[in-house]
């Protein structure tokens, strides 16, 4: 069940999420641009009918360009220099969020064994409730780890990752480069075409 992942887990995708690392073990979709910290995203289908079509046609070319790019970020994150700085941002992000608010993370787990243990008794009802509350504290635990990922001790580490993954791609495909830039463009596009709030 994806709302009751293990809490290391749920550190990298949400570190993921944040940084554009793709997914070592294919949770993340490569093709869908990330989302903005801490905000809420719609149905794929509510946001396409939300969207113009000049917002539309930025999204698809976001797509074709991760599409393009994903093949060449699994292959950088095949160097073990690379994994090894990427698991050791997530286990100190992970520390400093238990640190922080072990209780949301006692309160995951201890949904988590209630999930396994209705769904072995087949109570499909009582695993949807399950789920439903694990929705909330994974909210919360993704809005605490935004928080820490800004501390400028874990900061630091996240942006010389960043700079290492960027060469190592380049290196395998010379055009890596101008493909990120043009997907930072995109994105900072889509996020000046946003609603701001009132």
Request: glycine share 4%; aromatic share 2%; charged share 30%.
């Amino acid at each position: 069940m994806d709302v009751l992942m293990k809490s290391k887990t749920l550190a990298a995708l949400a570190l993921i999420a944040a940084f554009g690392v793709a997914a070592c073990n294919g949770d993340a979709d490569p093709d869908m641009p990330p989302p903005e910290p801490g905000a809420e995203q719609p149905a794929p289908e509510q946001q396409q009918m939300q969207m113009d079509p000049e917002a539309m046609e930025l999204m698809t070319e976001a797509q074709e360009l991760q599409q393009r790019l994903a093949p060449v970020e699994q292959e950088a994150m095949e160097d073990e220099e690379l994994a090894a700085q990427l698991a050791q941002i997530q286990d100190q992000v992970e520390t400093a969020m238990r640190d922080e608010g072990p209780e949301l993370f006692e309160q995951m787990e201890q949904l988590e064994a209630e999930f396994m243990a209705a769904q072995e008794a087949g109570d499909e009802q009582r695993a949807q409730e399950i789920g439903m509350e694990a929705q909330g504290i994974e909210a919360e635990l993704r809005a605490l780890q935004q928080d820490v990922l800004e501390r400028p001790e874990i900061r630091g580490p996240i942006d010389e990752f960043e700079e290492a993954r960027r060469t190592k791609m380049i290196e395998i495909d010379s055009e890596a480069g101008e493909i990120m830039d043009r997907l930072e463009e995109i994105f900072a596009e889509m996020q000046e075409q946003q609603p701001q709030p009132r």
